[in-house]
């Protein structure tokens, strides 16, 4: 024995907020179709720890390979689920739906597994040489956010608008000028 103590990564803070977040996916999936409250409540409560587990995972010093593969896990199947209830909700806008989904996996799973190869530490670090808007999207924390809170507000708001009125603009809701 070195008489070193070995960590357990699985039990390292933004994994088990990463743990939440899979949790409060499943919750709001599973109430997507009964009650729009709980399921966005949970949907949006995951997708907002999004922010947090890379915060704790600097701040512990505690970011690894397998929170970077269970966070962009998590991202992936999160919005893929919501779309998959949006595409039963909205059966007219189903198949630009399903391509965005697989767009969505399969660009990130490209780029995740092309940074393994490449044997960097993380799929954020990127070249300036490489691509200027990616490596805009993933050092520029503010950029990153609001596209990453816009596109789960995107998808959010079509799920909510699929059960509420939605905002009244002009004494009309969106739904009815959707409708007409």
């Not at 994994?15 to 709980?38: D, E, Q, W």
């Not at 007219?92 to 490209?110: N, Q, R």
Request: aromatic fraction near 16%.
């Amino acid at each position: 024995m070195t008489g070193e103590t070995e960590e357990n990564i699985f039990l390292f803070v933004p994994n088990i907020i990463g743990y939440a977040r899979i949790i409060l996916a499943v919750i709001a999936f599973y109430f997507m179709p009964t009650n729009y409250i709980i399921a966005t409540v949970c949907y949006v409560v995951s997708a907002l720890l999004d922010a947090f587990d890379g915060h704790a995972a600097r701040y512990f010093n505690q970011g690894t390979k397998f929170g970077a593969m269970l966070d962009q896990l998590t991202d992936r199947c999160g919005t893929m689920g919501l779309v998959a209830v949006l595409a039963h909700l909205y059966p007219k806008y189903m198949f630009p739906l399903l391509l965005s989904m697989c767009i969505d996996v399969s660009c990130h799973w490209i780029f995740l597994h092309t940074s393994v190869l490449q044997g960097k530490q993380s799929h954020k670090f990127i070249d300036m040489s490489e691509n200027p808007i990616m490596n805009v999207y993933y050092t520029n924390r503010t950029v990153l956010f609001f596209m990453c809170a816009g596109n789960e507000a995107f998808y959010a708001s079509l799920y909510l608008l699929y059960f509420t009125p939605g905002p009244i603009v002009l004494e009309l809701s969106l739904s009815k000028v959707n409708n007409t």
